[in-house]
């Protein structure tokens, strides 16, 4: 085992020498950042034309409820008949013609406004226009009925019903949302850098079979050595390349924003209606939860994140490495691709479809035990209250399973080497193991 | 004479195939032992079993009086015939990456490498990486790497292949210096000349089973057949070699000469002995050459090979 190290400096220098892994490390950030301040000064352009709309309102009952945005403004127009303001409309170059007609009653006239433009108008726009249409006829339609608006308001009461734990501890609708964020990130997460650096650990374990340099090795390092020390090294090759990642895209972007001036939780206009409409409860909403992730169990989360998150990673890196153990080439490793992801794609459907419909149900604690589902399903479900003894259960088994593999995909190595240029078949594998 | 590596009734069997069938063989220490066979007899096996590479099904492996154990690969230089190196990594990096798997400290690898890189004359090439090496300079690089650790066992299959003549020659007298200096060799090549030149001892594998084993020339005493290659002047050429033919078996054979004489292969009873035979062609004539035809390694690979 005194090789371990030595093989973990070199596989981690080798990759991270390696000019398109340098070339990728600087890039990839650099292309992030560009495509978000791309799309983000593309939008901006977007939010600078400003639509002028012409309201011919003959009903006069709605003169004073258009109010202008800096995006959108309304031209009353007075002392004409519809024909002169569609020709006026034309010339003028407005975005359109809004045309209330005086009619006897509300009914009638709901059916009867009309919106001139020269295309199909946007959808956001008319959405916007009918609401606030639509709000003013309803009060004018309760007044006439006799009831007052501001009487509808006060009876008005919210219904949102308290959630308790039977052991008193009080859950929130929010609560389950934050719980299932963090699952879901942490998931996430682990699938993106398994997918990443999976197929990394597969070249790197196939290099001394192209290289042919593999004889040499294999007469000095025991191949269980050589796959662990491959699977380390090019681990921490990954989360330096991971680490690089972050904090360059963390600096591009307050760079960027900071010089475009662009607001990166500005979302669209509708969004700001939203916040303006809560202003005085944004601080609310910001304690609450900040309560909420101060109920988490903290502590509990991060030390299980880590170990999970490193469990599983290990495991489906040794999966990747089997695969590398027996094929000659990358071409060959095609078959081998889907029974890999498989389960992992399995284990964030069961973790966003079975865990939070039923975080404790018997489908979620199975799969929460099966090391290749359950870094991402006991992670999610964790939030939720999983007892201690069960996710240590859980750690030791992904663990085991990890050396587990690691040992099978050395067996399967060590007689990969004895068959050079066979193409192995699952069955072909089966019979390596009993060598 | 003190054995270095024993090989006890050695079996390997993959899947239906057996690749070794209770093979022994006994290397003694300081001499070069060539392991030969056409391909796919189960060299390569038995190479592999030797550096732990894999393992034996029955028999087993003694080196230097203990039995095999993980240890002992760092007594053991193996330069295997499917070879290469990272060829992504710098020459001098390489080599100490290898020399300190086989347990050497990074400070001894690197005063033992400036050694052979200034033996050799590589020295320049430290900082170049293996792809832009040709493949005989790889070849040498891969050579060094072999032998740095001074291991007391060296295993080479196939050596020599892509070297050059000059360079072949060069890593011949290397591996002659090294046992001298007092290492065993084993070595696997199809190369009969090179046999012939250096090994003291060779075993012949054939479809699984050790078919010859024993020191070279008493193989080649073992497979001489009394037969000579003479040269001879006579008055009359063609009543001589008539006379000749009633007597012996008789082969035509061809040789560098200044003379005009007749020349042959001739095999001679047992009951005469080669005295009598010179008695009796001085009397026919002037004898200009009189040469023992000993068997060459190829001869006797050839002929074991097909008796089986």
């Known amino acids: 085992m005194n090789h371990l190290p030595l093989i973990i400096k070199r596989e981690y220098l080798t990759k991270i020498r390696n000019k398109s892994f340098i070339v990728m490390t600087f890039l990839s950030p650099l292309i992030f950042v560009g495509i978000f301040a791309l ?20 009903s006069g009952l709605f003169l004073e409820d258009f109010s202008s945005t800096p995006h959108l403004q309304y031209k009353m127009l007075s002392d004409t008949n519809l024909e002169d303001a569609k020709k006026e409309a034309e010339t003028e170059e407005v975005y359109g013609l809004l045309y209330i007609p005086k009619t006897g009653d509300l009914e009638g006239l709901s059916k009867e406004i009309t919106f001139y433009s020269e295309d199909s108008p946007s959808l956001s726009l008319m959405g916007d226009i009918n609401d606030m249409l639509e709000s003013k006829v309803n009060t004018l339609k309760l007044k006439e009925s006799g009831i007052d608006s501001e009487t509808i308001k006060e009876l008005h009461i919210n219904i949102s019903a308290n959630q308790e734990t039977f052991k008193g501890k009080e859950t929130s609708k929010l609560g389950s949302g934050l719980k299932l964020a963090f699952g879901g990130a942490a998931g996430y997460l682990l699938f993106m850098f398994i997918i990443i650096y999976g197929n990394m650990i597969m070249r790197s374990v196939i290099e001394e079979k192209t290289s042919r340099v593999i004889e040499v090795i294999i007469s000095s390092v025991k191949p269980r050595v050589l796959l662990l020390g491959k699977i380390f090294g090019t681990t921490l090759a990954g989360i330096t390349q991971f680490v690089v990642w972050v904090v360059l895209i963390l600096v591009l972007m307050t760079v960027v924003t900071s010089v475009f001036g662009i607001d990166p939780s500005a979302g669209s206009p509708s969004q700001q209606v939203l916040e303006n409409s809560v202003n005085g409860g944004t601080q609310q909403i910001l304690n609450d939860v900040m309560i909420e992730i101060n109920n988490l169990p903290i502590a509990n989360l991060i030390i299980m994140f880590l170990l999970f998150f490193v469990g599983g990673y290990l495991l489906y890196a040794s999966l990747y490495a089997s695969v590398g153990a027996a094929v000659d080439s990358e071409t060959d490793t095609q078959q081998f691709m889907m029974p890999i992801l498989m389960p992992l794609i399995l284990a964030v459907y069961v973790g966003f479809f079975t865990v939070i419909d039923n975080p404790h149900g018997t489908v979620s604690q199975v799969f929460s035990y099966i090391p290749f589902t359950s870094p991402v399903v006991m992670l999610m479900r964790i939030p939720f209250g999983v007892p201690l003894w069960q996710q240590i259960v859980s750690v030791v088994i992904l663990f085991a399973s990890f050396i587990a593999m690691v040992w099978f995909a050395a067996k399967i190595y060590r007689v990969g080497i004895l068959m050079y240029g066979k193409k192995p078949t699952y069955k072909e594998i089966f019979k390596w193991l009993k060598y | 004479m003190d054995k270095l590596l024993v090989v006890n009734n050695v079996s390997k069997i993959y899947g239906d195939y057996k690749a070794l069938n209770n093979v022994s063989i006994e290397v003694e220490k300081g001499s070069i032992f060539g392991l030969l066979g056409p391909n796919g007899a189960g060299k390569t096996t038995l190479i592999r079993i030797i550096n732990q590479i894999t393992m034996p099904d029955t028999g087993s492996v003694i080196l230097d009086g203990e039995p095999l154990k993980p240890h002992h690969i760092k007594y053991i230089g ?32 690197k005063e033992r490498l400036k050694y052979w890189f200034d033996r050799l004359e590589i020295g320049d090439w430290w900082d170049k990486k293996i792809q832009e090496l040709s493949k005989g300079m790889a070849q040498k690089i891969q050579f060094v790497v072999t032998v740095l650790h001074k291991p007391k066992l060296l295993i080479f299959d196939e050596p020599f292949s892509g070297f050059d003549p000059i360079n072949a020659n060069l890593i011949k007298d290397e591996i002659l210096n090294l046992r001298d200096e007092g290492a065993t060799v084993i070595f696997s090549t199809h190369r009969m000349e090179s046999v012939e030149e250096m090994c003291d001892h060779i075993a012949l594998i054939h479809k699984s089973n050790k078919i010859l084993d024993g020191k070279l020339v008493d193989i080649k005493r073992q497979y001489r057949n009394n037969t000579y290659e003479i040269g001879l002047i006579t008055p009359n050429h063609t009543a001589t070699s008539a006379s000749l033919k009633e007597r012996f078996e008789i082969f035509p054979a061809t040789f560098k000469s200044i003379n005009d004489e007749l020349q042959y292969k001739i095999k001679i009873p047992d009951s005469v002995s080669p005295n009598d035979f010179v008695s009796y062609l001085t009397s026919l004539g002037q004898l200009t050459h009189f040469v023992e035809v000993v068997p060459s390694a190829s001869d006797i690979f050839i002929e074991t090979i097909q008796k089986n």
């Open chain 1, 39 to 58: 799309v983000a000064y593309l939008s901006s352009l977007n939010n600078d034309t400003v639509r002028k709309i012409s309201v011919l309102d003959e």
């Open chain 2, 78 to 109: 193996y330069l295997p015939e499917e070879r290469g190196l990272y060829k992504t990594m710098k020459v001098g990096e390489q080599a100490l990456y290898l020399a300190q798997l086989k347990g050497l400290t990074k400070q001894e690898a």
